[in-house]
């Protein structure tokens, strides 16, 4: 399956209980986060910062990588 930033009905789901604990893998979540990558043609921690700075739009998009990104930000630091 080729990576797309979408994110999936079942992916959705999932990510909505990460705070409960997580169900998704890391590997689903950087899948999804390289999927974004691609799509707009910076890193989730480029992103991130422009998301701070209130430099990207804001659309259905770029909100499920943010909260994608920033869990993952999180988990990883």
């Known amino acids: 399956m080729m990576a797309t930033g979408k994110l999936r009905k079942d992916e959705l789901d999932n990510l909505n209980s990460l705070a409960g604990g997580g169900v998704m ?6 899948r999804i986060l390289k999927g974004y990558e691609q799509q707009f043609g910076m890193s ?3 992103f991130l910062k422009k998301w ?3 430099a990207v ?3 259905a998009d770029t909100m499920e990588w943010m909260i994608v990104a920033s ?3 999180r988990k990883t630091v």
Do not use: G, H
């Open 57 to 59: 739009p804001d659309t």
């Open 52 to 54: 701070a700075e209130d």
């Open 71 to 73: 869990y993952w930000k």
């Open 25 to 30: 893998t890391d590997e689903e979540i950087q």
């Open 44 to 46: 989730s921690e480029e």
